[in-house]
């Protein structure tokens, strides 16, 4: 009889292999250290900004007004100024300042400016000291002052110097003879004329244009006759008022009429030509141009329109 | 070997990050540069200005003076071409009469530019 019973069990279980235990040191190793990843990135981005900012850096291709330098800004400025001067468009002129982010006050930054430059050589030039009149022009436009208005005279449309000359010398019948002999002499001629130099300062109040009439008159053709009053509409002499035409314009200044009284000034057009006035810096332009064009006078002789343009404060 | 694998890694992976931000995000921002490094418009705006001072002064040397800071190896004929590619572009009329009245006084009034002269006004007796 065989048996068939099981093979007998081994005496004893082989022991199982015993799992080594999850230390730092028995670790699987990753295929990156973190750490110096980390460190290379650092010194990466160090490297990468170390040499786009100071080896290589991007080429300097599109520099606005703000970044130039002291000098050139204030040039920049200068030459703003001087189209200001020009054209009185002070729109543009004050866009000009804001793109140089001349701070809080661009004007009296105008000002600063224009004292720097005037302790310069730049005003040597004429170029720079026109650059400089036209900066104080334009800063003291705006009620501001600078340490050039001491170092600059000030030019002539800022204080307007009206010049009267008095009646010239009349030659006078010599005397007659007298006891004591005199030396011979044809006639006399009294002293030199007396020169009056009365200066002016513009006040700083602001104008507006109290009216416009136009009328038609055979012996006055095509001319602008300008009366600048004050608040109880007595005439203001040495006031500028401008007329501008399509590429063009003219300056002229009231009371240099007398027999029209100290608020006249006139200026003749040139036929169906369309003229803007104002006083620069001082009062703004009408709506509508005014243009010398043919009219008819009651008696029915044709003429050139005329206007009549009253300016007044404002306020 | 692992250690110098992840430097080099983190290195070229940084290097890029930097550039990126040194030239694109943050590049370097110049403060006192001279008038010769304006952009194209600002040159632009300055010639037109310095040409309507001209019109009031009509002093071609202040004008000549005034545009060197531009730093063009020729101003006359930097006006010029100045000028005709404003005519080209149909810049506002009154810049171009700005530009040829300075290009003329400088001598390099151009067939193209004659259309555009200005007429100065004569003296009006006020």
Same mark, same amino acid.
């Given at each position: 009889?065989?048996?068939?019973?099981?093979?007998?069990?081994?005496?004893?279980?082989?022991?199982?292999?015993?799992?080594?235990?999850?230390?730092?040191?028995?670790?699987?190793?990753?295929?990156?250290?973190?750490?110096?990843?980390?460190?290379?990135?650092?010194?990466?981005?160090?490297?990468?900004?170390?040499?786009?900012?100071?080896?290589?850096?991007?080429?300097?291709?599109?520099?606005?007004?703000?970044?130039?330098?002291?000098?050139?800004?204030?040039?920049?400025?200068?030459?703003?100024?001087?189209?200001?001067?020009?054209?009185?468009?002070?729109?543009?002129?004050?866009?000009?300042?804001?793109?140089?982010?001349?701070?809080?006050?661009?004007?009296?930054?105008?000002?600063?400016?224009?004292?720097?430059?005037?302790?310069?050589?730049?005003?040597?030039?004429?170029?720079?000291?026109?650059?400089?009149?036209?900066?104080?022009?334009?800063?003291?436009?705006?009620?501001?002052?600078?340490?050039?208005?001491?170092?600059? %005279?000030?030019?002539?449309?800022?204080?307007?110097?009206?010049?009267? /000359?008095? *009646? &010239? !010398? #009349?030659?006078?019948?010599? @005397?007659? %003879?007298?006891?004591?002999?005199?030396?011979?002499?044809?006639?006399? /001629?009294? *002293? &030199? !004329? #007396?020169?009056?130099?009365? @200066?002016?300062?513009?006040?700083?109040?602001?104008?507006?244009?109290?009216?416009?009439?136009?009328?038609?008159?055979?012996?006055?053709?095509?001319?602008?006759?300008?009366?600048?009053?004050?608040?109880?509409?007595?005439?203001?002499?040495?006031?500028?008022?401008?007329?501008?035409?399509?590429?063009?314009?003219?300056?002229?200044?009231?009371?240099?009429?007398?027999?029209?009284?100290?608020?006249?000034?006139?200026?003749?057009?040139?036929?169906?030509?369309?003229?803007?006035?104002?006083?620069?810096?001082?009062?703004?332009?009408?709506?509508?141009?005014?243009?010398?064009?043919?009219?008819?006078?009651?008696?029915?002789?044709?003429?050139?329109?005329?206007?009549?343009?009253?300016?007044?404060?404002?306020? | 070997?692992?250690?110098?694998?992840?430097?080099?890694?983190?290195?070229?992976?940084?290097?890029?990050?930097?550039?990126?931000?040194?030239?694109?995000?943050?590049?370097?921002?110049?403060?006192?540069?001279?008038?010769?490094?304006?952009?194209?418009?600002?040159?632009?705006?300055?010639?037109?200005?310095?040409?309507?001072?001209?019109?009031?002064?009509?002093?071609?040397?202040?004008?000549?003076?005034?545009?060197?800071?531009?730093?063009?190896?020729?101003?006359?004929?930097?006006?010029?071409?100045?000028?005709?590619?404003?005519?080209?572009?149909?810049?506002?009329?009154?810049?171009?009469?700005?530009?040829?009245?300075?290009?003329?006084?400088?001598?390099?009034?151009?067939?193209?530019?004659?259309?555009?002269?200005?007429?100065?006004?004569?003296?009006?007796?006020?």
């Amino acid at each position: 009889m065989t048996s068939s019973l099981p093979p007998a069990p081994p005496p004893s279980l082989p022991e199982a292999p015993e799992l080594p235990r999850r230390t730092r040191y028995r670790r699987p190793r990753r295929s990156i250290s973190w750490i110096a990843l980390f460190i290379g990135l650092l010194l990466g981005v160090g490297g990468g900004l170390y040499y786009a900012w100071e080896i290589a850096p991007v080429e300097e291709t599109d520099t606005a007004p703000y970044q130039l330098r002291d000098e050139d800004k204030a040039q920049y400025v200068a030459a703003a100024m001087l189209r200001y001067k020009y054209d009185g468009d002070l729109d543009r002129a004050i866009n000009t300042l804001v793109e140089l982010n001349l701070g809080a006050d661009p004007i009296q930054a105008v000002a600063d400016m224009a004292c720097n430059l005037a302790r310069t050589d730049y005003i040597d030039s004429n170029a720079g000291l026109n650059g400089v009149l036209a900066m104080m022009n334009f800063y003291r436009l705006q009620g501001r002052s600078g340490c050039a208005d001491q170092i600059i %005279p000030a030019p002539a449309q800022d204080a307007l110097v009206i010049t009267l /000359v008095a *009646p &010239t !010398p #009349t030659a006078t019948l010599p @005397p007659p %003879p007298t006891k004591t002999p005199t030396p011979p002499s044809a006639f006399v /001629v009294s *002293p &030199t !004329p #007396t020169i009056l130099v009365v @200066p002016t300062t513009p006040p700083q109040r602001d104008f507006v244009i109290a009216s416009i009439r136009d009328f038609c008159d055979s012996e006055i053709e095509g001319v602008i006759e300008v009366f600048v009053q004050d608040f109880n509409g007595d005439g203001i002499p040495g006031q500028a008022v401008r007329v501008r035409w399509d590429d063009g314009s003219n300056i002229f200044y009231t009371g240099l009429k007398p027999e029209r009284g100290p608020a006249y000034a006139d200026f003749q057009m040139t036929p169906n030509r369309a003229y803007i006035i104002d006083m620069p810096g001082r009062a703004n332009p009408p709506a509508n141009p005014l243009v010398a064009d043919t009219c008819f006078t009651e008696e029915g002789i044709e003429s050139l329109r005329s206007y009549r343009v009253v300016f007044r404060p404002a306020n | 070997m692992r250690i110098l694998l992840s430097l080099i890694i983190g290195l070229a992976l940084g290097a890029g990050i930097g550039l990126y931000l040194g030239w694109v995000q943050f590049p370097v921002e110049y403060v006192d540069s001279p008038a010769s490094a304006l952009a194209q418009e600002y040159k632009d705006a300055y010639v037109v200005n310095v040409a309507a001072a001209y019109r009031d002064e009509r002093d071609p040397n202040a004008a000549v003076e005034r545009l060197r800071i531009l730093g063009v190896p020729n101003v006359p004929v930097y006006v010029q071409e100045v000028t005709e590619r404003f005519i080209s572009t149909s810049r506002p009329i009154e810049e171009v009469r700005h530009l040829v009245a300075l290009a003329e006084g400088l001598g390099r009034l151009t067939q193209i530019m004659e259309e555009y002269r200005p007429i100065e006004p004569t003296e009006t007796a006020p």
